[in-house]
C-alpha cells in the first residue's frame, strides 16, 4: 500500500481515501473526484487493491482496535499516519479461492451502499428520512464489521474484545 503526503497533484485527482491524521477513531473516506486536503490528512492510493474493499476495512471496528492497541497515540488521538498505516495487517484476498472473492465482492457493495447512503443522509431536509438513513447506515455498519470478522477469522472471544472496546 502507497501512503503520501498529498504535496503532488496526481495524488489529488481520481480515486483515493483520504484519512485524517489525528483523530479520536479512524475516518477513512472515498472520493473519485478532485480533493485538495492539506496536510493534516493523508492520502492513500494504493494500485495492488480495491479501495472500497480497503475502506471497508480501514473504517472497520477491527482496524479500529488495531490502532488503539498497536497503533501511535498523542494524548487520546490516533496517529493515524504513515508508519502506522503501513503496519495495518490488511487482509488480502486469494482471487483463486471462490469463497474469498464472494467476501471481497459482499464487502465492496456494503461500501457502495454505505457511500450512497451516506450521500442520501446529507441531502435528506425531512427529520424522518435522516433517521431512516442513520438506521440504514448502522445496519450496513454491522454488517461490514460481521464481514471483517469473518475475513478476519476472528474467535468469539476476539470479537468481544473488539465489541468492548467500541461501545
Not at 480497503?54 to 508508519?83: A, H, M, P, T
Request: charged share 30%; hydrophobic share 40%; with cysteine.
Amino acid at each position: 500500500m502507497h501512503v503520501t503526503y498529498a504535496r503532488d497533484e496526481k495524488f489529488f485527482v481520481g480515486e483515493k481515501i483520504i484519512s485524517l491524521r489525528k483523530t479520536a477513531r479512524p475516518q477513512f473516506t472515498y472520493t473519485d473526484f478532485p480533493c485538495y486536503v492539506s496536510q493534516t490528512f493523508y492520502i492513500l492510493k494504493p494500485k495492488d487493491v480495491n479501495l472500497k474493499y480497503l475502506l471497508g476495512l480501514l473504517n472497520s471496528r477491527v482496524i479500529y482496535f488495531w490502532l488503539d492497541k498497536k497503533g501511535k497515540k498523542q494524548g487520546d488521538q490516533l496517529q493515524v499516519d504513515k508508519q502506522p498505516l503501513l503496519k495495518i495487517p490488511i487482509r488480502t484476498i486469494n482471487f483463486d479461492d471462490p469463497a474469498d472473492v464472494a467476501r471481497h465482492d459482499k464487502m465492496v457493495a456494503l461500501v457502495e451502499r454505505m457511500l450512497g447512503l451516506h450521500k442520501k443522509l446529507a441531502a435528506a431536509t425531512i427529520p424522518a428520512d435522516k433517521e431512516l438513513y442513520q438506521r440504514q447506515i448502522e445496519a450496513t455498519d454491522r454488517q461490514i464489521d460481521a464481514l471483517v470478522y469473518e475475513l478476519y477469522g476472528l474467535p468469539e472471544e476476539e470479537i468481544g474484545a473488539v465489541e468492548e472496546q467500541n461501545h
